[in-house]
Structure formats: structure tokens, C-alpha cells
């Protein structure tokens, strides 16, 4: 009877076909194969991140203050107006709704309707290109409950937040003295203004407002 040997030689065959198998599935290119996974998750991350940098960046960007000044008020005046141009450089409307700063208070976006100052409820939209002069007897940033020296030569920084959750930083804005056009912003404090000069047809008085119903 004879025996065949085929079986012996089926068997090394089978088993240097599975040696090449775990030759092809080695550690060492399954490693290669997560990093390179891992380098491109880095490599999306890296550019999400800078996505976002660039918007930011555009956002800081997109609005400027020119002319820009806080009027010099002493520590018994609890009041101050904010003026200058916002201008908006991008390519779409900008809806500004709040207001922060550096100095201590409570800041709002003000309007003169009819003759009576007040808060502007809508905030301020600058269009597209275009400005918003902030100044006297119109539209202003208010700083109010501020109980501290704000001296000509000092700097403070304002941030503008828009209906979209965009901020806009704008640092370095100058305090100087108020000019005699100035309407006199009075607190109740006191029964003048050591900053004022005003004419009685400029005055705008504040002490109406309800400042405790509004925060920035």
C-alpha cells in the first residue's frame, strides 16, 4: 500500500501561507497605519484651529474706531460719553448689541429720540462699508456708575459684541477734556460739572434714566 506524501507538503504550504499573512498584518505597519490617521486628525485640527484664528482675526478687524475719545470726568461724576466713528470694513452689515469695557461701570449703546436721551433697545447697525459717527445729541456709548478719576492722558479699551456672537476689540481709546459742544451728562452727584462748559440748549440730562434695569 503505498502512502501518500502530499499531505506533509499541503501542510507547509499552509503554514507558509499564514507566516505571510502575519508578515503582511505586522505590528509594526498596523503602528505606521494609526499614525498616520493620527497626523491626518492633527492636520484637520491644526486647520479648524486656524479656520477660527482667521475668523477672529476678521472679526477684530472688521470694525474701526476713528477719532475715537472717552470725555475726562472726575470721581464725583459718575457718567461719561463715549464718541468717535465705527466704521465697518467688511462686506456685510454689522448689528452691534453690546458693549464692554476696561474701566469699571456699566456700558450702553444710547440713542436722542425726540429730545430724550435713552438706551438704544435695537443697538446700532453699521452697514456694510460704511459708519456710524458716535457723537453728542445722537448716538454714544454711555459709561455709567463708574465712581473712579478718568484723567485726559488716560487710554481705555472698549469691546463691541454683535447679534451673531462676534466680538470687536477696540483697544486704546483716548480720554480727553470735554469741548464746550458737549452735552453735560449729570449724575444727581453734584449741582454742576467741572467738566461741563455746555450750553443750556446742548444739556442732555441722565438722571431720568432707570440705569439699574440695563448691564452690559
Same mark, same amino acid.
Given at each position: ?14 503554514? #507558509? ?5 502575519? &508578515? ?47 470725555? #475726562?470726568?472726575?470721581? *464725583? ?7 468717535g466713528t465705527l466704521k465697518n470694513?467688511?462686506? %456685510? ?10 474701566? %469699571? ?5 444710547? &440713542? ?5 436721551? %435713552?438706551?438704544?433697545? *435695537? ?49 486704546? &481709546?483716548? &480720554? ?22 455746555? #450750553? ?9 434714566? *432707570? ?6
Open positions: 500500500m503505498r502512502i501518500s506524501r502530499r499531505f506533509p507538503q499541503m501542510a507547509v504550504a499552509t503554514l #507558509a501561507a499564514g507566516s505571510l499573512t502575519l &508578515v503582511a498584518c505586522s505590528p509594526s505597519e498596523q503602528n505606521d497605519s494609526d499614525q498616520s490617521v493620527s497626523d491626518q486628525a492633527t492636520s484637520a485640527t491644526s486647520a479648524a484651529s486656524s479656520a477660527a484664528d482667521n475668523a477672529m482675526d476678521d472679526s477684530d478687524s472688521a470694525i474701526t474706531f476713528e477719532d475715537a475719545y472717552v470725555t #475726562a470726568k472726575p470721581a *464725583d461724576k459718575e457718567m461719561t460719553g463715549i464718541f470694513t467688511s462686506d %456685510k452689515d454689522i448689528h452691534i448689541t453690546e458693549v464692554s469695557g476696561s474701566a %469699571k461701570g456699566m456700558y450702553q449703546l444710547h &440713542v436722542v429720540s425726540d429730545g430724550e436721551m %435713552k438706551e438704544a433697545e *435695537d443697538g446700532f447697525t453699521i452697514k456694510a462699508g460704511d459708519s456710524l459717527v458716535l457723537q453728542p445729541g445722537h448716538e454714544h456709548i454711555m459709561l455709567m456708575d463708574n465712581t473712579e478719576d478718568i484723567a485726559a492722558g488716560d487710554v481705555l479699551s472698549l469691546t463691541l459684541k454683535d447679534d451673531e456672537g462676534n466680538s470687536y476689540e477696540l483697544p486704546d &481709546v483716548p &480720554v480727553r477734556v470735554q469741548q464746550s459742544t458737549h452735552e453735560h451728562y449729570s449724575d444727581g452727584t453734584t449741582g454742576d460739572s467741572s467738566n461741563s462748559g455746555a #450750553a443750556e440748549s446742548e444739556s442732555m440730562n441722565h438722571e431720568g434714566m *432707570d440705569h439699574e434695569q440695563h448691564s452690559n
